[in-house]
């Protein structure tokens, strides 16, 4: 099996990990920061807004399951890519929708994607998405590993990832894996 890497910014990676790892032909996801020019940063660098670095995943996948476009679909249909700097309650620059193209072939689909969706949204609120080529991957504390599946009776992620994930699995259904990892 051949796999392949998409970067992701989405809001917080506690949501975004917790909604990929759902995804058949996804076999890794890691959460980290990508984006800034302080390297190495730690998670309490990233929140103060100042290292300009974006919460981020890292997902591995199987083209031959699921595609990029794909992962770009459920990645605009699982957060608010309207919203500058922010996801609900989560406000700064660390939380802005961004993606990170790890080929040139990803950075055309990518831009594409966003026009078209641009056009077929034409009255509506603008996409903020941004995306930034050849931004370093720097991996998150092993403590946010799993965060939703170690902690799914904690309040943000009964409010907040809970029903996000449950408008993943209603909407992209045909995606998932027989048997997520969440």
């Avoid at 476009?69 to 500058?84: C, E, I, K, P, Y």
């Avoid at 969706?117 to 050849?134: F, K, W, Y």
């Avoid at 998150?140 to 904690?154: R, S, V």
Wanted: hydrophobic content about 30%; overall charge negative.
């Amino acid at each position: 099996m051949s796999t392949e890497v998409a970067i992701f910014g989405g809001g917080c990676f506690w949501c975004t990990e917790a909604v990929f790892k759902m995804l058949k032909g996804v076999s890794n996801v890691e959460r980290g920061y990508a984006g800034g020019e302080l390297p190495n940063p730690t998670y309490q660098q990233v929140c103060t807004g100042t290292t300009g670095h974006a919460e981020v995943i890292r997902i591995e996948y199987d083209p031959s399951q699921v595609t990029y476009r794909q992962l770009m679909t459920v990645f605009f249909g699982s957060h608010d890519a309207t919203q500058l700097n922010r996801q609900g309650n989560d406000v700064g620059t660390q939380y802005r929708s961004a993606i990170f193209p790890t080929t040139p072939e990803q950075t055309a689909e990518a831009r594409a994607f966003i026009e078209e969706l641009q056009h077929s949204a034409e009255g509506g609120d603008p996409l903020v998405t941004t995306v930034e080529e050849n931004a370093p991957f720097y991996p998150a504390e092993d403590y946010h590993k799993d965060y939703y599946a170690n902690n799914k009776n904690q309040g943000y992620c009964q409010v907040i990832i809970a029903p996000k994930l449950q408008k993943v699995q209603k909407e992209f259904a045909d995606l998932l894996a027989t048997h997520p990892t969440v």
